[in-house]
């Protein structure tokens, strides 16, 4: 296993670019509870460009009917993230003071589950984010409304 470099620059061109249309090569998940993780995963995989195989734990995407928890749903993405010790990107659960451009927010609404992810594009004089279901690009972090927020700091990743 090599240890990769996390290209942030890559992730945020393509949040720029895809904020507020759907690249075609992933499905639209916007109608079926939201596409927001989805195009998180995506972010990530720009600026990593390594994908987890392993089944059902890992970290893919190949089509809507083959891909992983994780690639689209909010808390399975976190955990992968987190726990990740082999091929694709790894991260750390971190404080909101050590955010930077190309990390992750997530955020709960209600019951402290966490629903909805969020690709950090600013960080001064504020921090600002990128996400699709309701589409946005350098929307200010404080404009949501929520129960609990926690951030992810993509710190690398690995491929074979």
């Not at 987190?82 to 209600?110: H, R, T, V």
Request: proline share 3%; charged share 20%; aromatic share 16%.
């Amino acid at each position: 296993m090599r240890k990769i470099l996390y290209n942030r620059s890559a992730a945020l061109e393509y949040a720029k670019k895809w904020a507020y249309s759907r690249n075609p090569k992933y499905y639209d998940f916007s109608n079926l509870g939201g596409d927001c993780t989805n195009f998180i995963s995506q972010c990530v995989f720009a600026g990593i460009n390594v994908m987890n195989f392993t089944p059902i734990t890992g970290w893919y995407y190949l089509s809507a009917g083959n891909r992983t928890a994780s690639w689209t749903a909010a808390e399975y993405f976190f955990k992968f993230m987190i726990n990740n010790k082999g091929a694709g990107p790894q991260a750390a659960q971190i404080n909101q003071s050590q955010i930077i451009e190309g990390d992750i927010i997530q955020l709960s609404f209600k019951d402290n589950v966490f629903t909805h992810s969020l690709f950090v594009v600013a960080t001064i004089p504020e921090i600002t984010v990128a996400t699709h279901t309701f589409d946005s690009y350098d929307r200010p972090l404080r404009s949501y409304i929520f129960d609990k927020i926690r951030f992810i700091k993509i710190t690398g990743g690995a491929k074979y």
